[in-house]
């Protein structure tokens, strides 16, 4: 036996213990019947206007899987914007960038209160080419990356938030907090 082949198996048992004192808790700890999970269960998200709306409550309700008695709504503003970066020599526009920001509110059912205000948005850069079909299929395609990436931000926020509180009567209590907006 090499002395290689010796230390690899006592690094393997030593890993655990060295693990222990590790800060990182799992976020979806408790599976289904989770703080994070119950509290994610537990929020509806309403209509949002426009295609961008239309887009992100979509990826928001799938997302959170809702069907776990309402307790909580989560209301979503966005802003959409598409603006022209580059310029050929004939002055038209050689790129876009289409930009998606969400303010969004968790508000607590019960009594009306905010409890989690923040913003999540993303961006992605668009060429614009001599087909006008494909311009407009090219920002449509950045549109719905954009909702993905948004909603995937928020349901995360809303995880990290709701980590660690203790579930009562298949609710997780959340108290009044707020999230500064994404950079």
Do not use: F
């Not at 030593?14 to 269960?41: I, K, R």
């Not at 990826?59 to 022209?84: C, E, F, H, K, S």
């Not at 019960?110 to 311009?135: F, H, K, P, Q, R």
């Amino acid at each position: 036996m090499t002395r290689r082949s010796i230390l690899a198996p006592l690094m393997l048992l030593g890993l655990p213990a060295l693990m222990g004192g590790c800060a990182l808790h799992p976020l979806y700890a408790g599976g289904a019947s989770g703080a994070v999970a119950t509290t994610l269960a537990g929020v509806q998200v309403p209509a949002i206007q426009g295609k961008a709306g239309w887009l992100m409550e979509n990826a928001l309700r799938d997302r959170l899987q809702g069907g776990n008695g309402t307790r909580y709504r989560l209301d979503v503003r966005l802003d959409d914007q598409i603006a022209g970066l580059g310029v050929r020599r004939d002055d038209s526009v050689a790129r876009e960038r289409r930009t998606l920001r969400a303010r969004y509110q968790l508000v607590d059912l019960a009594n009306g209160s905010v409890l989690l205000d923040a913003s999540a948005g993303s961006d992605a850069g668009i060429d614009v080419v001599g087909s006008e079909y494909a311009t407009i299929a090219a920002e449509n395609t950045a549109l719905e990356r954009l909702s993905d990436i948004v909603a995937d931000q928020i349901v995360a926020r809303l995880a990290v938030y709701a980590r660690g509180r203790p579930v009562l009567h298949g609710h997780a209590p959340l108290p009044a907090a707020t999230i500064p907006p994404a950079p």
